[in-house]
């Protein structure tokens, strides 16, 4: 069993910035597919970011594109999020997740193909 623990939320004023991290523990240490996706109340789930983390390729979506980077450190078994030039519209629950064995880790699938293993969330906050 895999478990995902997510940190580094809070609250910062737009323009601001917030990195998060999601450690992985347990011991599948195989590769995967993680994500961090985002929620607020009465809206559907969002996929934000995506990578597979025995490559190199990475995905982000166009509302976060070139603000936002997703990274991982296979050492450390962590999931980064970089948030920089942050938007009172990127205020949500940020959740991460994992695929594992991954399938279908690519451009077209992350952000709507299922996910195995999800961690309980970090809020974000912007105020403007």
């Known amino acids: 069993q895999v478990q995902l623990v997510e940190s580094g939320g809070g609250s910062v004023q737009a323009g601001g910035s917030l990195r998060l991290s999601c450690t992985a523990s347990?011991?599948?240490?195989?590769?995967?597919?993680m994500g961090w996706f985002r929620q607020t109340p009465g809206k559907a789930r969002e996929g934000v970011a995506a990578?597979?983390?025995?490559?190199?390729?990475?995905w982000h979506a166009d509302s976060v594109k070139d603000r936002f980077t997703i990274s991982h450190d296979n050492a450390k078994r962590t999931l980064y999020l970089q948030m920089n030039s942050l938007k009172p519209e990127d205020s949500a629950m940020y959740y991460c997740a994992a695929d594992i064995p991954p399938s279908n880790c690519n451009k077209q699938s992350w952000s709507s193909k299922p996910y195995n293993h999800w961690g309980q969330g970090t809020q974000v906050t912007v105020s403007s």
């Open positions: 990578l597979y983390t025995a490559g190199i390729a990475a």
């Open positions: 347990g011991q599948n240490r195989g590769s995967a597919c």
